[in-house]
């Protein structure tokens, strides 16, 4: 039962064109949506994130768009750069007993071309 | 303003043999969440803990996998009787004491080959 997913195992873009990962979820108590970032034998980095009561949430070079009805949000990175090259994951995030619980999706491997 | 620490950052055990993971949260911070990434795979959720008590564990295999974290020191994820699937990286976030709204920091992970 994948109540989050991304579909594209991996996405390949040219330096300074615009990336767009995508992400789908089924649950609709979901109210906090989140991108991860992760290189090799790193854990995972905190990039971005949106309230359900928003649909776009900007910062510098990252953007996540949220369409609640589609149960859809996107990352959109522009322009993109060599070092963003990595796995990027998205994750939803559930409220329990005061913290996040987070159910995260399989990874986009996002890899920048020169 | 040390992060997540986890370790060892690898262990390597013999089929059979218990293996020990610690987690030592961030400063101020009173949860703990314990993920684990099969290759290939996204991050699966484990077990979320407070001080002394577990919450959700409902991401936790029913045998041979428990959590802690104790009063005082670091959080631990105890595997008994390892088998080959436990093979995994295992990653342990943090975050404080309101999670609305606020990110989860993760370690680097300890990465577990069972032989």
């Known amino acids: 039962d994948q109540q989050v997913k991304q579909n594209s195992p991996s996405l390949s873009v040219q330096e300074g064109r615009i990336s767009i990962l995508n992400c789908d979820y089924t649950?609709?108590?979901?109210?906090?949506f989140l991108w991860y970032k992760k290189y090799p034998a790193e854990g995972p980095t905190f990039l971005i994130s949106?309230?359900?009561?928003?649909d776009k949430n900007e910062d510098g070079r990252f953007t996540v768009f949220l369409n609640k009805s589609a149960k859809h949000l996107s990352l959109h990175i522009v322009p993109s750069q060599p070092g963003d090259s990595a796995v990027y994951f998205c994750a939803a995030s559930l409220l329990l007993q005061g913290a996040q619980k987070l159910v995260f999706g399989q990874g986009t491997r996002l890899t920048i071309n020169p | 303003n040390a992060g997540v620490m986890q370790n060892p950052r690898h262990l390597v055990r013999r089929r059979g043999q218990e293996a020990r993971l610690r987690c030592s949260p961030m400063?101020?911070?009173?949860?703990v969440y314990w993920y684990r990434q099969l290759p290939e795979e996204g991050l699966k959720f484990m077990v979320y803990?407070?001080?002394?008590?577990?919450?959700?564990e409902s991401g936790m295999p029913k045998e041979r996998f428990s959590a802690e974290f104790p009063k005082e020191g670091p959080s631990i994820l105890r595997i008994q009787q390892v088998v080959r699937g436990d093979s995994a990286a295992y990653f342990c976030?943090?975050?404080?004491?309101?999670?609305?709204?606020?990110?989860?920091?993760f370690g680097q992970g300890t990465r577990l080959t069972v032989v």
């Open positions: 949106i309230s359900s009561i928003k």
């Open positions: 400063k101020g911070h009173s949860h």
């Open positions: 649950n609709s108590m979901f109210d906090y």
């Open positions: 803990l407070q001080k002394e008590n577990i919450i959700d």
């Open positions: 976030a943090s975050s404080p004491q309101q999670g609305r709204d606020t990110e989860a920091f």
